[in-house]
């Protein structure tokens, strides 16, 4: 495979790793390379936590369905292909956080992984409506599970998502990058040469900062020519300390 290839470990209802996976698209469309989709599970990762006591109210139920979406996202891989999935993850992010938030008071968390939800992302992406059966298909969590080890045995425990490996099956893997704003294409491409420096060099570990940006996402209610509310999170998530 290009130099530059990555597997790129994804959670659909995490908004910085659909950023990221904008970026790496927008590179995508300029260099020759290619972008292997994989699963990672923020549900699973952090399934022995006391959701109440560690995080802000319905990030529980967010994480639930995005373990439901990834449920629909194996099958779709392993009766479509790589291709369909690849589809099927642009659409999500679409619905997902290309859209304002229902102003219904039904919030975002558990409505998404629901047949209603899910039903026009298979029609946007050209699949069988019938895919959505896996939304209630637990036998697929052994393989959301199993490429979530092979991901943090990647990077280590403390991380969140996306976790990109660089150059797979030896290059080294990360937890991000994670931005907030999306780059003009010329940002793009340097961004991705800078990341890659880092990614080749095998004694870089981290470089991080716990302040974020809200990203510039429709369901986050921040647009294009905004910058978000900066907020300090912890561990990948704006956690709450009780």
Not at 35 to 59: E, G, K, T
Not at 118 to 137: H, S, Y
Not at 207 to 215: G, M, T, V
Request: charged residues 25%.
């Amino acid at each position: 495979m290009p130099l530059g290839d990555i597997d790129f470990y994804f959670d659909p209802v995490c908004p910085f790793c659909w950023m990221t996976s904008k970026w790496v698209r927008q590179v995508r469309a300029q260099r020759a390379h290619a972008v292997n989709w994989r699963f990672i599970s923020l549900r699973l990762l952090n399934a022995h936590v006391d959701y109440d006591a560690q995080f802000p109210p319905d990030y529980e139920a967010g994480h639930t369905a995005g373990l439901r979406l990834l449920r629909v996202a194996a099958r779709t891989r392993a009766e479509h292909g790589s291709d369909a999935l690849d589809d099927l993850y642009a659409a999500m992010g679409d619905h997902v956080f290309e859209r304002p938030l229902p102003t219904d008071g039904s919030g975002d968390g558990g409505r998404r992984g629901t047949r209603a939800f899910v039903a026009p992302i298979l029609e946007q992406a050209g699949l069988p409506a019938e895919l959505a059966d896996a939304l209630d298909e637990a036998t697929w969590d052994s393989i959301i599970q199993a490429e979530t080890d092979e991901a943090l045995a990647l990077t280590g425990k403390d991380v969140g998502t996306p976790i990109l490996q660089f150059e797979p099956p030896d290059g080294v893997a990360f937890f991000g990058p994670v931005i907030s704003r999306m780059p003009t294409d010329t940002q793009a491409g340097e961004l991705w040469d800078h990341v890659i420096g880092l990614a080749r060099f095998a004694g870089f570990s981290e470089l991080k900062r716990s302040l974020r940006e809200r990203p510039q996402l429709p369901s986050f209610g921040v647009t294009e020519d905004q910058v978000g509310l900066s907020e300090d999170w912890h561990g990948g998530s704006r956690r709450q300390h009780h």
